[in-house]
């Protein structure tokens, strides 16, 4: 099993400019999320989603836009990159299953916007 | 709303020395489950340990060991003997039951830097 993929690994955009981070995971978990972590504010939660067609906002969801069509992918979309979008951003799956659940992270994308 | 704390924002120490990383957490929920995550600098997160709410047993895996008590809503992580391969970024999260697809909410983390 890979576990969770994510491309790319690094990004450099220039403001305005859109672009989708990919996301991938071959464990079969319902549960994903996409998560930034900025320097002294360790990671927030962006989007979520708990099954395929089902999405829901996190704690800092503008300027991001995210579809889940399958149970394998659930890509991050940047619209209009911003420089406060410069980031590290992380992909996460769990099973959603409370009593035993662990959520399992992505390698990271790490994002400049200039 | 739920909300963790790591007041430690760096923490230095000599090889071989104990450490330990502190983890206060906020919640109104009385079943969650608290982690701590590991990240070296290669940048990856590291799963260490998940604890549910229901569970204040200590737990001990080699030299790592973690202290839960509810009376201070605390969730402590120390490090016996430390090694330079500890120094990492350590992160201490919160995932309330009444969370859709267990959400995770993060401290913003403690750096430990271990020298030799």
């Known amino acids: 099993n890979a576990g969770v993929t994510q491309t790319p690994k690094f990004q450099v955009l220039k403001t305005g400019q859109s672009m989708t981070l990919q996301c991938a995971q071959d464990m079969n978990h319902e549960y994903m999320s996409w998560y930034r972590q900025d320097p002294g504010m360790g990671l927030r939660l962006i989007h979520y989603s708990v099954g395929a067609g089902i999405t829901d906002q996190g704690e800092v969801p503008n300027g991001y836009n995210v579809s889940r069509s399958t149970t394998e992918d659930f890509p991050l979309r940047l619209l209009s990159a911003a420089p406060s979008q410069t980031s590290v951003y992380f992909c996460a799956s769990n099973t959603g299953l409370f009593g035993t659940d662990t959520q399992y992270f992505g390698p990271g994308t790490r994002l400049t916007v200039l | 709303a739920q909300k963790v704390t790591q007041a430690q924002t760096e923490i230095s120490v000599v090889e071989k020395e104990d450490v330990t990383l502190d983890c206060v957490y906020e919640?109104?929920?009385?079943?969650?489950?608290l982690f701590w995550y590991k990240q070296p600098p290669s940048g990856e997160l590291v799963f260490l340990i998940r604890?549910?709410?229901?569970?204040?047993q200590n737990e001990i895996s080699g030299r790592y060991s973690w202290n839960f008590q509810k009376s201070t809503s605390s969730f402590n992580f120390t490090i016996t003997a430390s090694q330079v391969v500890d120094s990492a970024v350590y992160f201490c999260a919160l995932s309330e039951e009444d969370n859709a697809g267990n959400m995770l909410t993060f401290g913003g983390g403690t750096r430990l830097m271990v020298k030799p």
């Open positions: 919640t109104r929920d009385t079943t969650y489950y």
């Open positions: 604890r549910n709410s229901f569970d204040e």
